[in-house]
């Protein structure tokens, strides 16, 4: 057996397994010791993955998301499709669009906005909050969130 104090102490990381018992009654095994991801476990407790990305735009360009958490294990890729209107397609996992929260918020005299389309199409939109219309500038601090709920 081995002594728990023994053993250093660190920061878990997503990937690091936990050993753990997974209640069941199989009739041959019962409550069998299993390892479990430390991902995985959040997930389960949260009830959620995200997808959340700072965004910067200026010009007809998409927008250049900087991600800063991603663990629904799908890529999220952007387009622009005119001016302030621009285009998030997920691809690599199947979203329920009954399941989707999603927070935005854009910096300086500007608001955006979004929705999901289908599961696969989130579309976004930036205008001016002065009533100017669509807008092509995502200032620094303008972030979204897709929430993914199971």
């Known amino acids: 057996m081995a002594i728990i104090s023994s053993y250093p102490t660190v920061v878990a990381e997503a990937n690091d397994l936990l ?14 010791t299993k390892t479990f991801r430390v991902q995985e476990v959040v997930n389960s407790a ?5 997808y ?14 900087n991600v800063l958490k991603n663990n629904t294990g799908g890529t999220f890729t952007w387009s622009r499709t005119s001016t302030g209107l621009f285009v998030v397609t997920i ?33 976004v939109e930036q205008f001016s909050s002065g009533g100017g219309g669509y807008v092509d500038i995502m200032a620094a601090g303008t972030t979204i969130e897709f929430r993914i709920y199971s």
């Open 91 to 123: 691809a690599g996992i199947t979203v329920d669009t009954t399941k989707v929260a999603i927070f935005q918020c854009a910096n300086a005299d500007l608001n955006i906005g979004a929705r999901i389309i289908n599961p696969t199409t989130i579309n």
């Open 52 to 65: 959340t990305a700072g965004l910067i735009n200026a010009g007809a360009t998409a927008p250049t998301p």
């Open 19 to 32: 050993i753990g018992t997974k209640v069941t009654n199989t009739g041959t095994i019962i409550n069998p």
């Open 46 to 50: 949260l009830g959620y993955t995200v």
